[in-house]
């Protein structure tokens, strides 16, 4: 029952009430209607001209009967038709009552479907300019109101926890930086200490700078929102650039980078820049040695598809919808190893959503993940395409290359 929706719920029970009142109805005429036969054929008993049946009337003569007389015919099986006929018509006042109270219900329904077209349409980068439209139905506009109201309380909830990071994460640079350079310059003026001092002295220092990276992740996710997403954006050259930042850690790991394809959008060229790069580092991370990274871009009408696939050892399937979540890690001796958050994938995360896109994990098993990224394609405001500084112009076609 609760997968029926709620317009055949409706057309159900005006169908159930409808039945139940003609069969009612159909029973009260039936049952007065055969006691009054009865009582009008015993009333004619014995009255002066009567034809029992069929065959008494297909011998008579209307011509033999006196001019002053009386006739009365009474026709046999007059109770059973005048029942069937009922039932008849009991049937099809239902259904039609049925067909019409399913279009009648639906006519009736719009402003809910309404209602759930413009609620689809929320997301969480629109908060503080998405409103349902309360000009509705008195039943409707409370609802209207309330969801509103919801959405306000929701955006300053979120804007909220956004300044306290970007607060938290300004606050901590300071000391996080002061920190680092105190150690840098205690190993330097004391470069004869003991082992012991020295192997602990890197820990602090790996520590420093793991809690600096975090904090310049978290500054940075509280201000997405800030950024300009009005440039025009082309994206083979820009994973270049990408691959030749990731160079090093490629060739210590000793994995393959490949690319292909291309495509062109409209965004912010930093954040989406960001993303690619946080995807394939976590690609080359958390990859086999002698694997691979494989970058592809699709571009179609109206979207882009980004994949970035590598040979590793995969992702449960359980944790495939909690990688995106900040501060989550699947392995976390892993992640320490690397200097890992669990912010990167969140990061990609925030970034798609704020360009009016999403991330998933494609696929993913023992011979390696898929994670693909779909970002809309909007129009151009320039005409002029941006490069990140340091990349040359290329030619504006499918690229394929490798870096080893």
Excluded at 71 to 96: D, E, K, M, P, S
Excluded at 131 to 154: G, Y
Excluded at 264 to 290: C, P, Q, W
């Amino acid at each position: 029952m609760k997968r029926i929706s709620l317009q055949w719920r409706i057309t159900l029970m005006t169908v159930l009430l409808i039945g139940v009142t003609c069969v009612a109805m159909n029973l009260l005429l039936c049952s007065s209607g055969v006691y009054y036969m009865d009582t009008i054929a015993d009333t004619l008993q014995g009255s002066g001209n009567v034809l029992p049946n069929e065959e008494s009337m297909a011998s008579f003569d209307p011509q033999l009967i006196a001019p002053d007389g009386d006739l009365t015919i009474v026709v046999n099986g007059a109770q059973g038709r005048f029942r069937t006929t009922n039932w008849y018509i009991t049937a099809v006042v239902t259904l039609l009552s049925g067909i019409l109270a399913y279009f009648i219900s639906g006519h009736a329904l719009k402003p809910l479907r309404s209602f759930a077209s413009q609620v689809e349409k929320v997301q969480l980068n629109n908060l503080a300019d998405m409103k349902i439209d309360e000009a509705v139905l008195p039943e409707f506009a409370q609802l209207s109101r309330s969801f509103n109201q919801m959405l306000e309380r929701l955006n300053a909830a979120f804007a909220a926890q956004r300044q306290f990071t970007g607060n938290a994460a300004h606050e901590l640079r300071t000391p996080l930086a002061l920190m680092q350079a105190q150690l840098e310059l205690f190993s330097a003026e004391h470069p004869d200490v003991r082992p012991e001092t020295a192997e602990f002295l890197a820990l602090l220092r790996e520590q420093t700078e793991r809690l600096t990276r975090m904090t310049k992740t978290l500054l940075e996710m509280s201000n997405l929102r800030q950024v300009a997403r009005n440039e025009r954006i082309q994206l083979a050259p820009m994973i270049e650039e990408i691959f030749t930042d990731l160079a090093p850690l490629a060739e210590k790991r000793g994995v393959t980078l490949t690319a292909e394809g291309d495509g062109v959008m409209t965004g912010s060229d930093a954040l989406i820049y960001r993303l690619v790069f946080n995807l394939a580092e976590n690609a080359i991370k958390y990859n086999h040695s002698g694997g691979s990274v494989r970058v592809s871009v699709a571009q179609e009408p109206k979207k882009l598809l980004l994949r970035v696939s590598d040979t590793g050892c995969g992702i449960p399937e359980v944790y495939q919808r909690s990688i995106f979540q900040p501060f989550f890690r699947v392995d976390k001796s892993r992640s320490r190893e690397y200097g890992g958050a669990g912010l990167g994938l969140s990061l990609v995360w925030e970034i798609a959503d704020l360009h009016g896109g999403s991330v998933w994990v494609e696929k993913s098993s023992e011979k390696g993940t898929t994670i693909a990224v779909e970002l809309p394609v909007h129009e151009a405001v320039s005409h002029s395409i941006k490069l990140r500084s340091g990349s040359a112009l290329r030619e504006q076609h499918p690229i394929c290359w490798t870096i080893w």
